[in-house]
């Protein structure tokens, strides 16, 4: 009860609400690297467009997680799926302000590389890609209708 691990704390919230981005490994970077190709920042310069206007929410937060397939050795898929995280966050930051809700107030983001470990949020045998980055944004239960 008490040992719950600090990714499913930021990656669980039933009391919030969600908007989910999910984009396969190969739609953003180069593979096993955590360099954009070009239609890669295009994808999400679109997402962001879409999604990040109107949603300036006291109280809400990014969750940028990078996973892997188990192919990988254990320590380099963690940092592979860090670094990629990490780009994707730098990006929305630089580029968008997702951490911006207003003149000087600030949002939490969040970059987690979850390596091979599987999502505490998504059944294993759901049908998005196993190497793949998702932008949450979770927002107070109510906002993002």
């Excluded at 505490?120 to 980055?133: D, E, F, K, V, W």
């Amino acid at each position: 009860g008490k040992h719950v691990d600090p990714y499913t704390k930021v990656l669980v919230r039933p009391g919030m609400d969600k908007i989910v981005g999910t984009f396969s490994e190969q739609e953003l970077f180069h593979e096993g690297r955590s360099v954009f190709h070009p239609e890669g920042v295009q994808k999400l310069k679109e997402w962001a467009e879409k999604h990040v206007p109107g949603t300036k929410l006291t109280g809400s937060e990014f969750v940028i997680v990078a996973y892997t397939d188990s192919n990988s050795d254990s320590k380099a898929a963690e940092i592979l799926t860090t670094e990629q995280a990490e780009a994707v966050k730098t990006y929305l930051i630089d580029h968008h302000s997702i951490h911006k809700l207003g003149t000087f107030s600030r949002r939490t983001v969040h970059a987690i590389g979850m390596g091979t470990r599987l999502s505490p949020t998504t059944a294993a045998s759901a049908s998005l890609p196993l190497r793949r980055i998702e932008v949450i944004l979770f927002a107070p239960a109510g906002t993002l209708s």
